[in-house]
């Protein structure tokens, strides 16, 4: 195979062979990922706890519980699973207007010893809203 590249007005026509190996492969995609919110000075508690009941389908006692954690710990770790079903989590609680970020989860994690290992359920969300 055969491409051609135009590259602009002052640069000469380039041609390569072969195929590319795309990076996004290397993934392992059985590494398990933590989502993990963080407190911040915006939301109420009752509101993070709303969120985590709505869209993940906790029990009040749970949701209550894990809100806590990131109330008074300043972090919790509500999920975990593949990366890419954390991922679209995080992005859901973006949407939300929570502070949340992606991390491997514990034995992945290079040492990060603010992980504490507990889960605040499967990642299983059922995704709900409202």
Known sequence: ??????????TQEGTRT???ASTDSLTAPDIPWNLVIW???VNLMSYVSYVFQSYFGYSESKANKLMMEVHKKGRSIVAH???EQVERHAVAMHGFGLWATVEKAAG???GNSRNTGKSGGSGQGKGKRG
Request: aromatic share 0%.
């Open 108 to 110: 992945g994690n290079g």
């Open 18 to 20: 072969g195929t590319e």
């Open 1 to 10: 195979m055969t491409l051609s590249v135009a590259l602009g007005p002052d």
């Open 39 to 41: 407190n911040d000075p």
């Open 81 to 83: 699973g593949s990366k």
